[in-house]
């Protein structure tokens, strides 16, 4: 009974995650859903892959699975494996921390003919604490892998000498010192390596300077009762933006100010109040291209063009910069007489003059469709509406260069009918962001993502949303199935079905594994 009393904090904590281990005799009645789910997901990659080639394009996925493929193997020795190991000689890695389990075979693939004393190196550079790409399937536990021995088929591993450099160069000895102290005794401190949890080892400082200015510093802000998130949010930015604004009086001649988010949707809060104190940034990867709003209104247009019955897409033409009529009014027009809202607004022409123009703006560019390129119709329905000088005005010239960057990818999307076109951009709007602001080229304050932001330098640096809560952030629902690797096996596990109150264990001890290794990663973000 002693012994039991005595335990450590650390051995307790074990057993409890133990009572929470799935009965594997209970996961056999989900065994047939996840064999269904592999059956469903194979047709679907099948079919993907077979449009891909009907395109001529691969994804990266596809990418490091044909090399993976072309090196072959030991027992299938290819053309390609041959080539390259005569070839290399020295191998020299960066950022090891965030290689992928496909990455790592290839590597393995890679070494496998090499053999001690024939000269060949092997140089592999990381900081497991600086690990944090999980989303593009970077994995930490790979890095402590390497270091025990790079294991290779039927030869014995090829075992790194590790060197650890703890000398920072790039921050004062007071930020080292406070860095230290906050992630050596609480939020890196007791790792969990199964948990891709990374042992953190303190940094030295290159010199011995007066780190006391560099300590950083805390603000909170305090919701009120009747006071929404929101707002809170919007009172944090206008507090950042007059803090930086008062550092820049003082900025020595080439400082620079680094102003970094979590995540790329904070972004648009504090674009707002920077341009209401009127502090030009310049934006790493910022907005995407289909959330500024001039751009999300000549797209519209495009829609509308194409579509004459889409009623979303008229409405939004309606409060657009180039129309801009009231909700009263819209409400008015929804309720004429006709079968879509170009025929509804000929009774109104008369009475407002902005609506006659813009009627007949659109009646000539819909006689266009078809026989000229759509870029060029909307181009010249937007110029037609005074587009340019209207979005000008408003969001001045990054605004314009933005809409324009909009029809420059319209006019890459062209090809069959126009109603391919517009599919082919609002597929492509996913992965594209605002331009560079030519304004603002100069600034010495940049605002970016901490992803972006990764092995660069700041005199000074800004972290807002600290109160970013990864686990709860994106739509909340589970994914439909998890694969996770334990010990080196994937462990696949469909998500329960609403319609069946019943629980999966599997599912849930793989769920709350995939919570423990994203609160890591997020460690490593704060880091």
Same mark, same amino acid.
């Given at each position: ?9 650390e051995f307790v ?13 209970k ?5 047939e ?14 079919m993907?892959?077979? !449009?891909?080639?009907s395109?001529g ?5 596809d990418l490091?699975?044909g090399?993976l493929?072309?090196?072959?193997s030991?027992?299938?020795v290819?053309d390609?494996l041959?080539?390259w190991?005569r070839?290399?000689?020295h191998?020299?890695i960066?950022e090891?921390q ?5 990455e ?6 890679l070494? *496998?003919?090499?053999e001690?004393?024939? &000269?060949?190196t092997l140089f592999?550079v990381?900081d497991?604490?600086?690990s ?6 970077a994995d930490?536990s790979i890095?402590? $892998?390497?270091? $025990?021995g790079i294991?290779r088929d039927?030869?014995?591993?090829? $075992?790194?000498v590790?060197?650890?450099?703890r000398t920072?160069? #790039?921050?004062s000895? &007071?930020l080292?010192?406070?860095v ?5 005794k ?11 949890e990374?042992r953190?080892?303190?940094?030295i400082?290159a010199?011995?300077n007066d ?5 950083p510093?805390l603000?909170?802000f305090? =919701?009120?009762?009747d006071e929404?998130?929101?707002r809170v949010r919007r009172?944090?930015a206008?507090?950042?933006a ?5 550092r @820049?009086a003082?900025l020595?001649?080439?400082e620079t100010?680094?102003v970094l988010?979590f ?6 809060c ?7 104190a009127g502090i030009?940034l310049q934006v790493?990867?910022g907005?995407?291209l289909?959330?500024i709003?001039e751009?999300a209104?000549l797209?519209? @247009?495009?829609r509308a ?5 889409d009623?979303?897409?008229w ?7 180039w129309?801009?009529?009231?909700v009263s009014l !819209? ?8 079968n ?5 607004l000929k009774?109104?022409?008369s ?5 006659r !123009?813009f %009627?007949t703006a659109?009646a %000539?560019t819909r006689? #266009? ?5 759509l870029?060029?119709v909307v #181009?010249k329905?937007?110029?037609d509406?005074?587009g340019?000088?209207?979005v000008a005005s408003i969001?001045g010239l990054? *605004? ?5 960057k909009f029809?420059?990818?319209?006019r890459?999307?062209?090809?069959g009918?126009?109603e ?10 996913e992965? @594209?962001y ?5 304004t ?5 304050v940049?605002?970016?993502t901490?992803?972006?932001?990764k ?6 640096c800004?972290i ?6 990864l686990?709860q952030s994106g739509?909340?629902e $589970?994914?439909a199935?998890?694969?996770v690797?334990l010990?080196?096996?994937p462990?696949?596990?469909s998500?329960p079905?609403k319609r069946?109150? %019943?629980?999966?264990?599997?599912y849930?001890?793989l769920?709350e594994i995939? =919570?423990?290794?994203t609160m890591?990663e997020?460690? %490593?973000?704060?880091y």
């Open positions: 009974k002693s012994a039991i009393i005595n335990l450590g904090d904590e074990y057993l409890n995650e133990i009572r929470r281990y799935p009965d594997l005799e996961f056999a009645d989900e065994v859903a996840v064999e269904d789910l592999i059956l469903v997901v194979w047709a679907a990659l099948k993907y892959r077979k !449009i891909c080639r395109k394009v691969i994804d990266y996925v490091e699975l090399a493929k072309a090196l072959g030991v027992e299938s290819t390609s041959l080539f190991d070839s290399i000689k191998i020299l960066d090891f965030d290689t992928s389990s496909t790592y075979r290839i590597i393995q693939r070494l *496998g003919g090499w001690s004393g024939d &000269g060949r592999l990381g497991p604490k600086q944090i790409y999980r989303f593009r399937k930490v890095f402590y $892998k390497a270091e $025990k294991e039927g030869l014995e591993p090829i $075992k790194p590790p060197v650890k450099l920072n160069f #790039r921050s000895s &007071g080292i010192s406070w230290n102290s906050l992630f050596g609480t939020v890196m401190s007791r790792p969990r390596i199964e948990y891709e990374v953190f080892i303190d940094a400082p010199c011995d780190g006391s200015r560099c300590i510093e603000a909170l305090v =919701k009120q009762e929404s998130g929101n009172r944090e206008t507090y950042l007059r803090k930086v604004e008062e @820049l003082i020595e001649p080439g100010i680094g988010v995540t790329r949707t904070h972004l648009a504090y674009l707002e109040a920077f341009k209401e030009p790493k990867d907005l995407k289909a959330e709003p751009v209104h797209a519209n @247009l495009a063009i194409v579509r004459p019955h009623q979303l897409s409405i939004a033409c309606l409060r657009s910069p129309l801009m009529l009231p !819209i409400k008015d027009i929804l309720e004429a007489e006709g879509t809202i170009f025929q509804k009774d109104f022409e009475e407002h003059e902005n609506i !123009i %009627r659109m %000539r006689s #266009r469709i078809g026989r000229d390129q870029s060029k #181009r329905a937007w110029t509406l005074k340019p000088e209207k969001s990054a *605004g314009v260069n933005a809409c324009l029809l420059d990818h319209l890459d999307c062209e090809g009918s126009p391919e076109t517009l599919v082919q951009i609002d597929f492509l709007l992965s @594209l605002d331009p560079q602001d030519i603002t080229a100069d600034s010495p940049f605002l970016m901490v992803h972006g932001a092995g660069l330098e700041f005199d000074h800004f807002p949303w600290m109160d970013y809560q686990l739509r909340g $589970k994914p199935y998890l694969s690797s010990e080196g096996v462990v696949v596990a998500r079905d069946v109150k %019943r629980e999966n264990c599997v849930d001890f769920f995939e =919570k423990r290794k890591a997020a460690r %490593r973000l704060f």
